[in-house]
C-alpha cells in the first residue's frame, strides 16, 4: 500500500513539503512583494510635486500677516467678480470685474490672477491680466481641464489690496 504524502503515478495525488518547496515559495513571495514596492515607489516620486511649504515657522508668520489683510480687504467692501471660461480654441479665458463698495469701477489697480493646481505645484499656471477698461481684466491661458484654485490679487503701486482664491472645475 503507498504512503498517502506520497506522490502517485497519475500526478494528481499530494505532494511531500520539501525544503525546496518551502524556499522557492518564501522567494517567489518576496521578489512579488518586492516588485510591487519597486512600482508604487516608481510612482510615487514620479507624481511627487513638492513640498506645500519649505519653512513651517515662516508659513506661521505668513498666515498671521494673511490674516491681518484679510481683516483690512474686508473692510473696504470691495466687489472682485471673475470669470474662467474654457475657449472653443482650447485656451481659457478669465474676465475680472472690480468695483469698489458703491459699485463704481475701481481705477488704477494692476491684476494677477494664478490657477494653482490643488495637488501639483508644477502644473500652476500664471495668466497675464490686462486691463482694457477701468475695474476690467482680461487674460487668457493654455488648456486647463480640471480642478483648479483660482488666485486673484489686486495691487496699486506694487502693494497687494485685494486677494481671493476659489476652486472651480473645467470641463
Known amino acids: 500500500m503507498p504512503n498517502s504524502h506520497q506522490l502517485s503515478g497519475d500526478g494528481c495525488g499530494p505532494q511531500n513539503l520539501t525544503g525546496r518547496i518551502v524556499l522557492i515559495c518564501l522567494i517567489t513571495f518576496f521578489a512579488v512583494v518586492a516588485s510591487v514596492n519597486g512600482v508604487l515607489i516608481r510612482a510615487a516620486l514620479s507624481t511627487f510635486g513638492g513640498l506645500e511649504t519649505a519653512s513651517s515657522y515662516q508659513a506661521g508668520l505668513s498666515f498671521a500677516r ?32 472690480a468695483r469698489d463698495s458703491e459699485g463704481r469701477p475701481l481705477i488704477g489697480l494692476d491684476a494677477t490672477t494664478t490657477l494653482a493646481h490643488p495637488t501639483d505645484r508644477r502644473l500652476d499656471r500664471n495668466v497675464v491680466m490686462t486691463g482694457d477698461t477701468p475695474g476690467h481684466f482680461r487674460g487668457v491661458s493654455g488648456p486647463t481641464a480640471g480642478q483648479w484654485d483660482v488666485i486673484i490679487e489686486l495691487s496699486r503701486n506694487g502693494e497687494r489690496q485685494f486677494r481671493s482664491r476659489n476652486r472651480i472645475t473645467l470641463r
Not at 491681518?68 to 470685474?97: L, N
Open 66 to 97: 494673511e490674516t491681518a489683510m484679510a481683516k483690512v480687504q474686508e473692510t473696504q467692501g470691495w466687489r472682485v467678480d471673475g470669470t474662467v471660461k474654457p475657449g472653443k480654441d482650447g485656451t481659457t479665458s478669465v474676465e475680472i470685474f
